[in-house]
């Protein structure tokens, strides 16, 4: 069972864990298990995704129970209208905050426009030694896409040379078997916290938010950020305009 965040009569959010699709695709025939399937049968409805997360994304992730809703709210979507935060670990000492613009291809080849914020929350140093260094960095961001172009983020962090750890196709690959050898760790190091956005039927403001996912929480702890990811915790918006259901 999928652990549910937010329901009302029109919308029903999740904590997708990582590894999980959203849906059917013929690009991962090796699944059997995909969100939409599974909460489907969760609920006994029909359930109609309004926005996609990779793979490898664990987080908040929104279905509408009717048409009407999943049109509105993938307008909202497309439009950039739905505010939305993430937490990722990154490779390496990221500055304190910045902003990427930078286009990023379809696969037809043509040119989108891709905008990421974001602000360093913590910085650590562990002392085990990676390659010619003696030491490894790392770094906790918070990234606020306000555009949603396929992989942005794991695209944008590569391209400011701090890949997202656990990222296999735009990561660094050395970093990832480094995290498999010394922690037995393979998850994709990227969490949808939180989304923001108008509520399409009653109009009205809706905040969702997600606590991290077992394996994102032990390197939280490996890190020695405990304290930093409660803190983020605190600040954020924690109950929805709605009271949610499970």
């Known amino acids: 069972m999928l652990d549910i965040l937010f329901a009302d009569e029109h919308l029903v959010a999740v904590n997708k864990p990582h590894g999980l699709l959203v849906h059917r695709s013929s690009i991962a025939a090796d699944a059997e298990e995909f ?7 969760q609920l006994n409805r029909h359930v ?4 996609r997360l990779d793979r490898k994304t664990g987080g908040v ?12 709210m993938q307008q909202q979507f497309m439009n950039n209208a739905v505010r939305k935060s993430y937490l990722t670990i990154l490779r390496g000492f990221a500055p304190i905050s910045g902003e990427i613009n930078y286009p990023l291809k379809k696969e037809n080849g043509t040119l989108q426009d ?7 929350l ?19 961001v918070m990234a606020k896409p306000t555009t949603g172009r396929m992989h942005q983020l794991r695209k944008h962090f590569s391209h400011i040379f701090h890949p997202i750890i656990g990222d296999r196709t735009h990561g660094c690959n050395k970093q990832n078997k ?4 010394n922690w037995d760790m393979n998850t994709m190091l990227l969490h949808a ?25 032990r390197m939280i702890n490996l890190m020695n950020w405990q304290q930093v ?18």
């Open 35 to 41: 969100a939409l399937q599974i909460l489907r049968d």
């Open 114 to 120: 891709a905008f990421t914020a974001y602000t360093t």
């Open 229 to 246: 990811y409660i803190q983020l915790l605190n600040g954020i918006v924690q109950s929805n305009t709605y009271e949610a259901t499970s």
């Open 178 to 181: 480094f995290f498999t050898d």
């Open 193 to 217: 916290l939180q989304l923001s956005f108008i509520h399409p039927i009653s109009q009205q403001p809706v905040t969702i938010s997600a606590s991290i996912q077992p394996e994102f929480d």
């Open 61 to 72: 992730l929104l279905f509408a129970l009717d048409k009407t809703t999943e049109t509105a």
């Open 122 to 140: 913590a910085q650590t140093e562990l002392p085990v030694a990676f390659g010619k260094h003696p030491t490894s960095r790392y770094s906790l």
């Open 48 to 51: 109609y995704p309004t926005h």
